[in-house]
């Protein structure tokens, strides 16, 4: 009597199938990307603010000085009222204390800023 060796393959089927559903299930969870924001409508584009802290404690808006912070709470506020992007782009001078940095921070959130990105200096 001869006898032949046959592999048993639906155990391997099994796993295949069982590997097969895992990653279809973990490859859409997986996927991670930046998200953006794309410009709404073709109006006029307004360009950025930048608001700068002086080493000597004034704050420029687009070049334009406020040494009051209430005056620039006020301006700030103008300024964002018919904005439709509420992005605004901070630095400050390397001596200035962080306190004074937050302060001002804090007061662009409070004008009702959403997006708050800080300017590296360059070494």
Same mark, same amino acid.
């Given at each position: #009597?001869?006898?032949?060796? @046959?592999?048993?393959?639906?155990?391997? *089927?099994?796993?295949?199938?069982?590997?097969?559903?895992?990653?279809?299930?973990?490859?859409? #969870?997986? +996927?991670?990307?930046?998200?953006?924001?794309?410009?709404?409508? $073709?109006?006029?584009?307004?360009?950025?603010?930048?608001?700068?802290?002086?080493? @000597?404690? =004034?704050?420029?808006? @687009? &070049?334009?000085? =406020?040494? $009051?912070?209430?005056?620039?709470? &006020?301006?700030?506020? $103008?300024?964002?009222?018919?904005?439709?992007?509420?992005?605004? =782009?901070?630095?400050?001078?390397?001596?200035?204390?962080?306190?004074?940095?937050? &302060?001002?921070?804090?007061?662009?959130?409070?004008?009702?800023? $959403? @997006?708050? *990105?800080?300017?590296? +200096?360059?070494?």
């Amino acid at each position: #009597m001869v006898t032949k060796a @046959n592999p048993n393959v639906v155990p391997l *089927c099994d796993i295949l199938l069982v590997l097969l559903i895992i990653f279809m299930v973990i490859t859409p #969870m997986v +996927q991670a990307g930046v998200d953006i924001k794309l410009p709404a409508g $073709d109006g006029p584009r307004e360009g950025p603010i930048v608001l700068t802290i002086e080493k @000597n404690g =004034f704050v420029t808006v @687009n &070049k334009e000085q =406020f040494t $009051d912070l209430e005056l620039l709470e &006020k301006r700030l506020t $103008d300024l964002y009222r018919t904005r439709i992007d509420s992005t605004i =782009f901070v630095q400050s001078h390397k001596h200035v204390l962080y306190k004074n940095v937050v &302060k001002v921070i804090d007061l662009v959130k409070g004008v009702g800023v $959403d @997006n708050v *990105c800080l300017i590296p +200096q360059k070494k």
